[in-house]
């Protein structure tokens, strides 16, 4: 005669398929993908911020040393025409001198500028090269990371396969009726389709249930009949 205990079987195994789907779908390792993927970000922004900060240095560099080689492409041909006879007059040769004097000056402000600009930027090119190792080293964690997922769902899947071929080896044996029954009820809280009354307790909420229900669960013929006022799966009595 079919019992509903003949389903207390097929519920535990798939209490332990529930418990192993949500082991697969929490595991820590997604947690820590999660804060590698968030250390991975904001290592992208400190990059983004010292490559910045370098294009910006390199760039007033350049600035610096191309205004000081326009200075000194004039004061070259100053230079020239005071030296190779071209100028004669003598007030002219002294004006070409104090603009000669006056380029050079400014020649050199723009080269000390470059040269500090350039002793500023090779900090920052060493923190953005620290900074593209860290980022380095976090993409490899990632990828580790992802590895071990792959390996540890796939046990787990290997796990739910063989609940899964054990079930429809039990289920084989269970009347199709009661079967069609669970199945139908499969979306119950928690999973609990089929649990026990230990006393007055349901198994499944583990809730008291009152004496005069108690009691129709016990003598009830129809499975239907048999359920926790509570949570409402089946009662095995």
Do not use: W
Not at 78 to 86: E, F, L, R, W
Request: net charge negative; proline share 3%; with cysteine.
């Amino acid at each position: 005669m079919a019992s509903l205990r003949d389903l207390l079987p097929v519920q535990e195994l798939d209490t332990r398929a529930l418990q192993l789907r949500h082991r697969r779908d929490n595991l820590d390792l997604r947690a820590d993908l999660v804060e590698h993927n968030q250390q991975q970000s904001a290592q992208q922004q400190v990059i983004s911020e010292l490559e910045a900060q370098l294009h910006q240095i390199r760039r007033a560099q350049k600035e610096a040393e191309d205004h000081a080689s326009l200075i000194d492409d004039r004061a070259q041909a100053i230079a020239k025409a005071m030296y190779d006879g071209s100028v004669t007059d003598p007030k002219e040769l002294g004006s070409l001198q104090t603009e000669l004097a006056q380029l050079r000056a400014n020649q050199d402000t723009f080269e000390t500028q470059a040269l500090e600009l350039m002793e500023q930027a090779d900090p920052v090119e060493e923190d953005v090269a620290d900074a593209r190792s860290r980022a380095d080293e976090i993409t490899a964690s990632i990828q580790a990371i992802g590895e071990q997922i792959i390996v540890a769902e796939a046990e787990i899947d290997a796990e739910l396969d063989a609940l899964a071929a054990e079930r429809a080896t039990v289920v084989a044996e269970i009347d199709s009726d009661l079967v069609a029954l669970y199945d139908s009820m499969g979306s119950m809280p928690g999973g609990i389709v089929v649990a026990e009354m230990t006393g007055r307790r349901c198994g499944g909420c583990h809730l008291e249930i009152p004496s005069a229900q108690a009691e129709q669960i016990r003598s009830a013929s129809n499975p239907r009949d048999s359920a926790c006022p509570e949570c409402g799966c089946l009662l095995v009595s």
